[in-house]
């Protein structure tokens, strides 16, 4: 009787353990997902950023080229503009030959 007893003890002892290492495996599970959580959430976050910085550079070139079109526009209708303004037309029509490659 006392034998049996014994090993009934160290078959719930065995037990425990087994749910013991089955919970820490799942801690450790739901630490490693809280840190792929808050990685995902820095990457959206940075994503937003660039999003928003890539759509002012949008703005700026489009307001740049509006710009250079305006001036082209301008020298092909008053021909005698002075040669500043003509290297200005000039580096515009080239720096929208570099832009839109």
Same mark, same amino acid.
């Given at each position: 009787?006392?034998?049996?007893?014994?090993?009934?003890?160290?078959?719930?002892?065995?037990?425990?353990?087994?749910?013991?290492?089955?919970?820490?495996?799942?801690?450790?599970?739901?630490?490693?997902?809280?840190?792929?959580?808050?990685?995902?959430?820095?990457?959206?976050?940075?994503?937003?950023?660039?999003?928003?910085?890539?759509?002012?550079?949008?703005?700026?070139?489009?307001?740049?080229?509006?710009?250079?079109?305006?001036?082209?526009?301008?020298? +092909?209708?008053?021909?005698?503009?002075?040669? +500043?303004? +003509?290297?200005?037309?000039?580096?515009?029509?080239?720096?929208?030959?570099?832009?839109?490659?």
């Amino acid at each position: 009787m006392v034998t049996a007893s014994a090993v009934e003890a160290r078959k719930d002892a065995e037990r425990s353990q087994r749910n013991l290492k089955e919970l820490e495996e799942q801690i450790q599970n739901d630490d490693r997902l809280e840190l792929v959580e808050a990685s995902l959430k820095n990457t959206q976050e940075r994503s937003d950023e660039l999003e928003f910085q890539l759509s002012r550079l949008k703005h700026v070139c489009v307001q740049k080229f509006h710009s250079c079109a305006v001036l082209y526009a301008t020298h +092909r209708l008053i021909p005698s503009l002075k040669p +500043r303004k +003509r290297y200005l037309m000039l580096s515009c029509q080239s720096s929208q030959i570099r832009t839109s490659s």
